[in-house]
Structure formats: C-alpha cells, structure tokens
C-alpha cells in the first residue's frame, strides 16, 4: 500500500446490543450533536460524542447509508469510528417507585 493511501477509510461499527448495523469502510460520517451538524473524515482527532437525530455513511464519496436515530454515542480514535445505538433507555431516568 502506498505512504499516501493509509489513512483514506475511515473504520466503521455501527451496533445496537441487538444488531450489527454496518460494519465496512467508509469516506465520512455525518451525524449531529448537541453543537449541530458534524462530521468524522479520516485522520479526524479521537473524538467522543452523544449523537442524535441522523446518521450517514458516506463511501467513494456517496451517500451509502441514512439512518434515523434517537441516540447513540459516536466514538472516533486512529480511524476507526464506533457508534453504539439503542441507548434511549440510558438517556431517560427511570422513575422512583413512590412510597
């Protein structure tokens, strides 16, 4: 491989404790946080984030996959990019019991 092509894909994990929902390589992630929009392109810095509302995948400079989401958490270090969905149960407090 050449010097120039390492660090052109980005790893990617998207995973839900029930189901793996895209494992590959991709150009760019896009999702938004509580900043705004963002996104994750190779050699980004490591990074860790809440994320909500949508998330694309984008491969050979297309969009490849949009999902619609709640939350998840978007975690970036060396290329490769883990985003762990299903978390909706974490973000609400579950009421006190009354006594």
Known sequence: MAANTIYKVLIVNIKSPEEIFFQGEADAISSVNE?????????????????????????????????????GIIKVTNNNV???????????PTPSPKT
């Open 35 to 71: 900043a705004g929009n963002f996104d994750v392109l190779p050699l980004h810095t490591n990074f860790i984030s809440l994320i909500q509302k949508t998330l694309v995948i984008y491969q050979q400079g297309q969009k490849l996959k949009e999902m619609q989401i709640e939350a």
């Open 82 to 92: 883990n985003i762990f969905l299903g978390i909706e149960s974490f973000s609400q």
